[in-house]
């Protein structure tokens, strides 16, 4: 690889602020918006509860005037998992909110009992019926809440409830990924009283009412070290814009443990990766919250180290079931063996192309970084995963040398 690229806008950041919108009536703007289809997928839901939207490029504008419907059924909440954070922003101001019952996924069973658990502290009342979850409260209330796990999904969930709710929130135990804090930024515009996002402990000041904003959102920190993972691979120096480098976490320490020279720039927000020599192991890595190693580099991760010289331990201990793309890069030559939570991955490889199938997200844009790396073709099929989060993955690796059939 050897290019220049600006970032695509976060998904995990435009998903959460396009529930947030739920919470005041008003016209919204949101710039840096990825072309994805879990966007698109929000904004299906959006529409079912009565707003209006439309996009221009990587603008976003929600007319959120005639939001007045709280029951869901609508194709995009079945779909995927972020329909589940308008459980808080409808309850905040709706007091009710009916979305299909959110189902597991290809990576684990995703439960929602810290959210239910949680809003239920705030005055909620919730009912499982056989397809759906309807949710109720004739005012929340603040609450002292502490989470078992830092949910980032929890978190935003009862961020969003806590800004109209009567009355005090204080989140302990919260999620401090840099989603959250750029969730937070978007409901201070509204007019939210919040602070303590990207630390454990969040405070909330419940008021009267919201209102609309325009918004920027932050660049895509998973899609950016996805492609410095790609980078470490194919060898090369590429440098990524506008990318806040705090947003990065332990990223650019395990780059330089892989053998990559790195470059940041934080006033610029800028980080380059240079890479021209063996990919090196890493002993031991296990996946954590921010800011420690992301669940959604895992397989990238996995792939470069299939290269390594010798061997490392990777162990993902946010999802139960993040190792699918192992049986795939064996396929292209890799040496990897799991066992529960923990893989193997014996290093060495020489990847060859092979026909490989993406069966989830984060694995396919790991799938085509290993492809990049491999000698000869490999034809990859499910890139409608991968369109969920990347919005041009070919686009991108153009402008950073590469060119994908
Ligand atoms: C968000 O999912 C992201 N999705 C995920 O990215 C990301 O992997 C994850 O956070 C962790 O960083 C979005 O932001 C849309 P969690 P979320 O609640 O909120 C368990 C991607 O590829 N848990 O922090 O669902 C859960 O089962 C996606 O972009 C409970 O047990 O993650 C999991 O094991 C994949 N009960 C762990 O916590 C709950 O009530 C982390 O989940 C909630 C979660």
Redesign the pocket.
């Known amino acids: 690889m050897c290019g220049e690229l600006l970032v695509q806008g976060s998904?995990?950041a435009a998903?959460p602020m396009l529930a947030a919108m739920l919470l005041a009536e008003g016209v919204y703007i949101l710039h840096h918006c990825p072309q994805i289809t879990d966007v698109d997928h929000m904004l299906e839901l959006l529409t079912d509860a009565g707003c209006l939207t439309r996009r221009e490029g990587h603008m976003l504008i929600v007319d959120t005037r005639g939001a007045d419907r709280c029951s869901l059924k609508g194709s995009g909440a079945g779909k995927m998992?972020?329909g589940v954070t308008l459980l808080g922003s409808m309850l905040g101001r709706m007091h009710a909110v009916e979305i299909p019952y959110p189902g597991g996924c290809t990576?684990?069973?995703?439960?929602?009992?810290?959210?239910l658990k949680a809003l239920g502290q705030m005055g909620a009342v919730f009912e499982h019926r056989e397809h759906t979850l309807s949710g109720y409260a004739e005012k929340l209330h603040g609450a002292d809440i502490s989470l078992d796990?830092p949910?980032?999904?929890?978190t935003e969930n009862i961020l969003m409830a806590a800004t109209l709710a009567e009355g005090r929130t204080v989140i302990r135990g919260a999620?401090r990924?840099p989603?959250i804090a750029a969730l937070a930024g978007f409901l201070q515009k509204m007019g939210a009283h919040i602070e303590g996002t990207g630390t454990s402990v969040i405070r909330v000041e419940g008021v009267e009412r919201l209102h609309a904003a325009e918004y920027i959102v932050p660049s895509d920190r998973?899609v950016a070290g996805t492609y410095l993972l790609g980078a470490v691979m194919t060898g090369g120096e590429i440098r990524l814009l506008h990318v806040p480098t705090a947003h990065l976490g332990i990223l650019p320490r395990i780059l330089t443990e892989l053998g990559a020279e790195v470059f940041l720039k934080e006033e610029q927000d800028e980080i380059a990766v240079k890479m021209e020599r063996r990919t090196r192991a890493i002993p031991y890595l296990a996946t954590a919250p921010f800011p420690d190693f992301?669940?959604?580099l895992q397989s990238a991760l996995m792939a470069a180290l299939s290269m390594a010289a010798g061997p490392s331990f990777l162990e993902e201990k946010?999802?139960e079931a993040r190792f699918q793309i192992v049986p795939e890069l064996r396929r292209m030559g890799a040496r990897i063996y799991e066992e529960d939570s923990l893989a193997v991955i014996e290093g060495e490889a020489r990847l060859r192309g092979a026909q490989v199938e993406a069966r989830e997200?984060?694995g396919g844009a790991a799938l085509i970084m290993a492809a990049l790396a491999a000698e000869g073709k490999t034809v990859i099929s499910g890139m409608e995963f991968v369109k969920r989060?990347y919005e041009d993955i070919q686009g991108d690796l153009k402008k950073l040398g590469i060119v994908l059939h």
């Open positions: 998904k995990n998903l998992r972020a990576i684990g069973k995703r439960p929602i009992d810290l959210h796990f949910s980032v999904g929890a999620a990924e989603e998973i992301p669940t959604d946010i999802f997200l984060r989060g």
